[in-house]
């Protein structure tokens, strides 16, 4: 539920809801700003004009925020990390919030402060579609000395006794920043408070703007040490505390996959989507990556598709898949955004679902909310209308979905100069050599083509047998044929032009159009079949006709435009791979027994809309850092959810 923000005359924002004001009174400086540089910042000990921070020299920090209201000691802490030359260069900023505000109204929080208004900018144009559970947003950029910085900033919705036990790696710094506990008890109560000691380290320091008892003696009996330090005026006190319990926490968090002393280098098998967004989210980080592909180009697989569809999937129930799918959506249209080129690689362009018989309708209004429509809502008339759909038929506008050509993003990301990628390099066995900590990568005539500590499988369907090569590191994996018919636009009359829609259209198959092909002339593309258990990359004339069929039933007008052309058009076909639940495997297949092989297959149908953030999952394991997505979904992700499966297929093996 969105929050409603009241403004009062002198600037200062006042929750109606619990009849509190967000920050200190005031918009000249005195009031939010000061309040997070002297209570927060400087509580912390990440503000210290004539000092060292406790981050300083730290190769990342992880803060957590108990309350984000609109953001300003979020925008507050991005503006004094970048400040600071010694600061870390990866920051982790998580922060829950039961009721966001609007994106309006972070911007007219920041609107006093010169200096956050660029960020607050960034922000606001995400701020919005904040439906429960966890929303991931990452700014990559650079201090005022020019040294890369990588802010990762995750929004937890949701009430903070539900969303705060959902995080598992531990924080360095806490802002507690709710309403005040007399109208607002529960942000302040014993469950919170000892879920955020369950998150802090020794040493982890707390700060807040109240010294009400309750808070203090709540803190205490969770293991911190609790003193008043000078308040911002008109406020006498504030409070600092630092996690020192006088026991030995039996909580065990989520630790990193891969030991920190241990070399970051990496083979990934597989140059598409899957391997190329898992070798970028490595090589931001600092790996040295080699992509190793049997083909001459990379994408040259299912990622080699002419052009396909980011758009999230919607159930009455909105269950794991479609939470999934927004976090994807989310995580590929951000890296489109910067590594491609609007209108030539990529388009926002929104998708309409025509929704067939039996096909998934939109959550309820309660658990939907007016948050779920900025993603998906009911087509309206002017829309079938363009679509040459008759009005009242059952179809959705995804508002954020779009276009893109696969290959470019694949190309884009693979550029990253800590990749090296390597092509006509066919992999046939992989050797772990335990004496020297890492996995032999051998090609034909078992010639080693490379070598390291960490091997990434992200060769589709191919996954399967280099897996089985090793002995019983399987997973049961199935071919899932496709193909799609595409052709280009200018060949088409003008008639026939008019009468295809001006966005892509999904629902049975999907139809896009206007999209630039190679040459920069607009194309057509329209598909996809799925058959399984074929492994076969030729087009054929039956599955080709299985793709007229579906157009006549998804959009008969274009259906009618293109029939003259059909018989000409090009023809494309590849192999994806799924698992048995339909989610892809990212991580670690069995770390006890092959450790350093990890994998990241089985995208199906949706590599676009989940290679980006099955690519964050696999960095975030490794790293031991903040899942992008719900623990939940990253939990539902691990490829050792299969580990009792052997090459037998006998599910009770060991």
Not at 185 to 208: D, F, I, K, N
């Amino acid at each position: 539920m969105q929050a409603q923000v009241q403004w009062l005359p002198d600037g200062t924002p006042r929750s109606p809801r619990f009849g509190d004001i967000y920050r200190s009174r005031g918009a000249d400086g005195r009031g939010g700003l000061a309040q997070a540089r002297h209570v927060f910042l400087t509580g912390c000990g990440l503000w210290s004009p004539a000092g060292p921070t406790v981050w300083a020299g730290q190769p990342h920090w992880h803060l957590l925020e108990n309350g984000f209201g609109l953001g300003l000691n979020a925008l507050a802490t991005w503006h004094a990390w970048l400040a600071d030359e010694a600061a870390p260069a990866t920051l982790f900023y998580s922060a829950t919030e039961a009721y966001p505000a609007s994106a309006d109204d972070v911007r007219r929080s920041a609107a006093a402060f010169a200096e956050l208004r660029p960020l607050a900018e960034w922000l606001a144009a995400r701020f919005d579609g904040l439906l429960p559970g966890v929303h991931r947003w990452t700014w990559y950029g650079a201090d005022a000395a020019g040294r890369a910085r990588t802010l990762h900033l995750t929004l937890l919705v949701g009430d903070a006794t539900r969303t705060l036990p959902t995080l598992d790696v531990a924080v360095d710094s806490v802002f507690l920043d709710g309403f005040n506990p007399e109208v607002n008890p529960e942000m302040w109560g014993p469950e919170v408070l000892r879920a955020v000691a369950r998150l802090s380290r020794p040493g982890t320091r707390l700060a807040t703007w109240t010294v009400a008892r309750v808070v203090r003696d709540g803190l205490r009996a969770v293991g911190f040490e609790v003193d008043k330090a000078p308040g911002l005026p008109p406020k006498r006190h504030c409070l600092r505390a630092v996690y020192t319990p006088r026991w030995t926490p039996r909580t065990v968090l989520r630790q990193p996959q891969w030991p920190p002393a241990t070399p970051r280098e990496a083979v990934i098998i597989g140059a598409g989507l899957a391997g190329a967004a898992a070798a970028w989210s490595l090589a931001q980080r600092g790996w040295q990556v080699t992509v190793l592909d049997a083909a001459a180009q990379p994408a040259a697989g299912a990622s080699g598709l002419p052009v396909g569809l980011v758009a999230p999937h919607v159930s009455p129930d909105d269950a794991p898949l479609s939470r999934l799918t927004r976090a994807g959506v989310t995580a590929t249209l951000e890296r489109a955004a910067a590594l491609l080129r609007p209108g030539i690689d990529w388009a926002s362009s929104g998708v309409l679902e025509h929704r067939g018989a039996g096909k998934r309708a939109l959550p309820s209004a309660d658990l939907w909310q007016p948050q779920g429509h900025a993603w998906s809502a009911p087509a309206d008339a002017a829309r079938l209308h363009d679509a040459g759909l008759p009005p009242g038929t059952p179809a959705l506008w995804h508002a954020r979905a779009a276009w893109l050509r696969p290959a470019r993003l694949v190309a884009a990301q693979l550029a990253h100069p800590c990749i090296a990628l390597r092509l006509g390099a066919a992999v046939e066995h992989l050797q772990r050599d335990a004496q020297r900590g890492e996995w032999a990568v051998h090609g034909r005539g078992r010639a080693v083509l490379a070598r390291a500590p960490l091997v990434v499988l992200s060769a589709g369907f191919d996954t399967r047998a280099l897996l089985a090569n090793i002995g019983d590191a399987t997973l049961p994996l199935h071919a899932l044929r496709g193909q799609v018919a595409w052709g280009a636009l200018d060949r088409l009359d003008s008639r026939a032009r008019a009468a295809l829609p001006p966005f892509p259209v999904n629902g049975h198959g999907s139809l896009i159009s206007g999209v630039p092909g190679d040459d920069g002339s607009p194309l057509w593309c329209m598909g996809s079949t799925f058959v399984r258990g074929v492994t076969d990359r030729t087009p054929n004339d039956a599955e080709h006709s299985a793709n007229w069929d579906k157009l006549h039933r998804l959009l008969p007008p274009a259906a009618t435009a293109l029939r003259t052309a059909w018989p000409q058009t090009q023809r494309w076909a590849a192999v994806r791979c799924t698992l048995p639940d339909r989610l892809p495997a990212v991580g670690p297949v069995d770390s006890a027994r092959w450790p350093g092989l990890h994998v990241l297959t089985a995208l199906g149908a949706r590599g676009l809309t989940l290679s980006v953030l099955c690519g964050e999952v696999l960095a975030a394991g490794l790293h031991g850092e903040p899942w992008p997505l719900e623990r939940a979904l990253a939990a539902a992700l691990r490829a050792s959810r299969f580990a009792p499966v052997c090459a037998k297929g006998d599910p009770q093996s060991p």
